[in-house]
């Protein structure tokens, strides 16, 4: 009877559901909301400051957010990704566009580390005695 409650414990466990938020928490109606937007200042009031602004070429405004969702520990976690680019043009938004998951590519991280042209590579004895000197004693001000 033990173990069964125990495993009766373990799977009510693995049934909890929790979604995480990473950057802008889109409204469910972003379709709608964004249609509506015709000024940044309308923008700033419904959506907020970008997380990004391009510096080069046409202005425009970056949101991205994502929703991660998990479903215990033995179901797989599911993202949502979305991406919001408002082009403007002085205090006007020229076009908007809404980019989910199936409209963003597929980035893969290289294994490995990246290689720094003209860098000195030292091991911990090398480290050790690059360091004598470099520091002074607390308290001198120095």
Not at 9 to 25: D, E, M, N
Not at 36 to 47: F, G, P, R, S
Request: charged share 20%.
């Amino acid at each position: 009877m033990k173990k069964l409650m125990f495993f009766a414990v373990i799977l009510l466990a693995s049934c909890t559901f929790q979604t995480k938020h990473r950057g802008y928490v889109f409204p469910s109606d972003l379709v709608g909301q964004v249609e509506n937007i015709k000024t940044t200042a309308q923008l700033m009031e419904k959506i907020g400051a970008p997380q990004v602004k391009t510096i080069y070429g046409d202005e425009v405004w970056i949101y991205h957010g994502t929703e991660e969702n998990y479903r215990g520990p033995l179901a797989p976690t599911f993202t949502d990704e979305t991406v919001l680019l408002v082009w403007v043009k002085g205090n006007r938004v020229i076009k908007t566009q809404i980019l989910h998951d199936a409209d963003l590519p597929d980035v893969k991280v290289a294994e490995g580390e990246t290689k720094i042209p003209a860098a000195i590579e030292l091991n911990a004895i090398e480290e050790l005695f690059n360091n004598i000197g470099r520091f002074s004693p607390a308290g001198l001000g120095q």
